[in-house]
């Protein structure tokens, strides 16, 4: 009799160990390649089992149609496990819109820290020795979009502005003869 308890614990123990092992979730996954700012569709997902494991962010394939109408904020390759941070609502740039990176040297920038979404005018400036009139600066108004700090103390600035303005904010910034203005964000 103590032979036969024992098999059946050894036995309970086993089928424990082995669904503790694979305790699967379901999850959303792609099933189709989205490029950057496509709109995913229903088509485009569907829900695989996988192991749970805290360390992986995922999203509970109750939420798919969550996603559906989303864009992707990255290009996502068939087959990837979806986290919350991969969709955005809309696309930067949107349209009529582009992204101008700016090299800003400590003086060209308020000392006040710049966030993503704060409004700032990018203004274009003298160069040393020239005789341009700084009385009149052309300003265009554009929205911080990333910023980050090189080793060297320079800002590395992605406004979005217009489009029509971009080429000439681009212009500045080769020289290195543009400064950031930061508005206030209450209207």
Known sequence: MLALALVIAGALLAVWAWSAATDNVSVVALRETVPRGSQIGAEDLMVVQVNSDPALRTVPGDQLESFVGQRAGLDLSAGTLLSPD??????????????????????????????????????????QGDPAQVSDPVEIPA????????????????????????????????AGRVAVILDSSED
């Open 143 to 174: 929205e911080v979009a990333n910023f980050s700090v090189s080793e060297t103390g320079q800002v590395i600035l992605s406004v979005v502005l217009d489009e029509t303005r971009a080429g000439e904010a681009a212009t500045w910034a080769a």
């Open 86 to 127: 991969v969709v955005v609502e809309e696309v930067v740039p949107g349209a009529g819109q582009s992204v101008v990176g700016l090299a800003l040297a400590p003086g060209s920038l308020p000392g006040e820290p710049l966030q993503v979404g704060d409004r700032v005018r990018v203004v274009g400036t003298a160069g």
